[in-house]
């Protein structure tokens, strides 16, 4: 009888030692062992045959044997099922959850919004042009004498084959489009990318953002210019704004201005962003010139109109104090991200 009384060691040794890695190895291990055909089963049906004289030895050993493989199933089980209740219980339901860092909107795309915004509760509506266009449409029909600067090559990116073909210097080419296909009265907005040929510094860059403005109807006047734009300053640069009209030159306007709005920074005492003047320039405007409303289809007997052009990255610099045009292009995150959050 020592093999039985081996098996029953092996078995015992077995047992003490399962080390399983989840619940169904435990339930393996136990219908391995306990099960109806299992190992212990067939300890005890060879226990039948026992001699009398080992019976209470090996009788006590497979009972312990028994007792030993249930309590330590158990055992295991009781423990993997703590594990996971106690896993499940930690998380707290309360707890915020962790933020997606998602986008900043671009601060040019802001103020652009803003921009066009304030001028929709005017009842200006928006509109958008091409980026490479004709000389016609930026220059000709603007009444830019063909000698004028403007058009140089200096300035102007053009389509090398075909010097007709060229980007758009400025937004003032939407308002032609806009003269050619709509009857007055005409109140729009236009903003959109511009390229020149200039060097990049702090303050320029071949590539910037405008939004053009254009309002045409019967009998509009300078004062209704005026009141636009001081409308314009104060929803953009606070309430205490200030502005000033000094007279300037552009082909496609007469009387011309450059429009100053008092510095947002020092209230107008002067500082080094107004270069102690208390003005910060913001924008040309003026009164649409007779010959470009007629080279446009529009009736200047009939119709005036204005028409202004601001810099975004000029309003953007200006209102949120940075001093530097090219950041706006270097999408460096530790700038971006000091703008709105989308929510
Ligand atoms: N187009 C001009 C520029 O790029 C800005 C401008 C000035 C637009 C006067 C206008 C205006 O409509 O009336 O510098």
């Known amino acids: ?115 066009t915004e304030i001028f929709s509760r005017l009842g200006f509506t928006t509109a958008e042009g091409p980026e490479i266009e004709d000389d016609w449409h930026v220059f000709s029909a603007l009444n830019f004498p063909p000698e004028h600067p403007a058009r140089d090559m200096q300035d102007t990116f053009f389509i090398e084959k075909n010097p007709d073909i060229l980007l758009r210097t400025h937004t003032s080419s939407i308002q032609v489009r806009t003269m050619q296909s709509q009857k007055p009265p005409i109140r729009v907005v236009c903003p959109g990318r511009v390229f020149r040929n200039e060097a990049i510094s702090y303050r320029a860059h071949c590539i910037f953002h405008q939004v053009e403005g254009l309002y045409i109807d019967e009998k509009v006047s300078f004062a209704d210019l005026k009141q636009t734009i001081l409308y314009f300053a104060k929803e953009m640069f606070g309430e205490a704004s200030r502005i000033r009209m000094r007279p300037s030159y552009f082909p496609f306007t007469e009387p011309s201005a ?3 709005v008092s510095c947002n920074l020092c209230g107008g005492k002067g500082c080094n962003v107004c270069k102690h003047t208390g003005w910060l320039e913001i924008m040309g405007c003026g009164m649409v010139d007779p010959n470009v409303l007629d080279a446009c289809g ?25 001093r530097d045009l090219r950041l706006y292009f270097e999408n460096d995150l530790r700038f971006l991200q000091q703008f709105e959050f989308i929510v």
């Open 298 to 322: 529009i009736d200047s007997k009939k119709y005036s109109g204005f028409a202004f052009g601001m810099g975004v990255e000029r309003i953007s610099m200006l209102k949120y104090g940075v």
């Open 1 to 115: 009888m020592t093999t039985m009384r081996s098996k029953i060691e092996e078995l015992l040794k077995k047992v003490e030692e399962f080390k399983p890695k989840d619940f169904t190895e435990i339930e393996d291990f136990r219908i391995k062992i306990l099960g109806k055909k299992g190992e212990l089963a067939s300890l005890f049906e060879e226990f039948k045959g026992v001699s009398a004289d080992m019976k209470k030895e090996l009788g006590q050993k497979i009972n312990l044997l028994k007792n030993t493989a249930i309590d330590k199933i158990n055992e295991l089980k009781n423990s993997l099922e703590s594990v996971e209740t106690v896993s499940s219980e930690n998380i707290d339901m309360t707890r915020p959850g962790s933020n997606e860092t998602i986008g900043t909107r671009h601060p040019i795309s802001l103020v652009k919004n803003e921009i």
């Open 258 to 260: 450059e429009v100053d």
